[in-house]
């Protein structure tokens, strides 16, 4: 009981502090809205003109990547088929490099067999 007593009578104590305070009404004058409201408008232009132009150099900045994209792609098909023909003369090379290993070889047997039957021969 005593605490719900407690409370009323605090409760009208704040009541009546806040009753005696004049009520203070702000308002601004027009004039000094006016001059918010334009910079904020002006600000708006800016960023959207901002945007605009961002937009605009990411298309370019995205084409330009397309076209190197295609040009690089283009160098590396050229390069695999250089490769493949380069390995095409290596083993073309190579073949020829045994062919001629192989005749010589030959020929030297040929030239000891001769060599042998003369001493034979004799």
Same mark, same amino acid.
């Given at each position: 009981?005593?605490?719900?007593?407690?409370?009323?009578?605090?409760?009208?104590?704040?009541?009546?502090?806040?009753?005696?305070?004049?009520?203070?009404?702000?308002?601004?004058?027009? #004039?000094?809205?006016?001059?918010?409201?334009?910079?904020? /408008?002006?600000?708006?232009? $800016? &960023?959207?003109? !901002?945007?605009?132009? +961002?937009?605009?150099?990411?298309?370019?900045?995205?084409?330009?990547?397309?076209?190197?994209?295609?040009?690089?792609? #283009?160098?590396?098909?050229?390069?695999?088929?250089?490769? /493949?023909?380069?390995?095409? $003369? &290596?083993?073309? !090379?190579?073949?020829? +490099?045994?062919?001629?290993?192989?005749?010589?070889?030959?020929?030297?047997?040929?030239?000891?067999?001769?060599?042998? #039957?003369?001493?034979?021969?004799?």
């Amino acid at each position: 009981m005593k605490k719900i007593f407690f409370l009323i009578i605090l409760s009208l104590a704040v009541v009546l502090v806040h009753a005696q305070e004049p009520v203070r009404v702000t308002t601004q004058p027009k #004039s000094t809205i006016d001059p918010v409201d334009t910079r904020l /408008k002006k600000t708006k232009q $800016e &960023i959207n003109q !901002l945007y605009a132009l +961002y937009q605009k150099q990411m298309k370019a900045v995205e084409k330009t990547m397309s076209e190197m994209k295609l040009k690089l792609q #283009s160098a590396m098909k050229d390069l695999e088929s250089k490769d /493949k023909l380069g390995n095409f $003369e &290596i083993q073309d !090379l190579m073949s020829r +490099y045994n062919q001629a290993e192989t005749q010589s070889s030959s020929v030297q047997k040929m030239l000891y067999d001769t060599a042998q #039957s003369v001493i034979r021969k004799i």
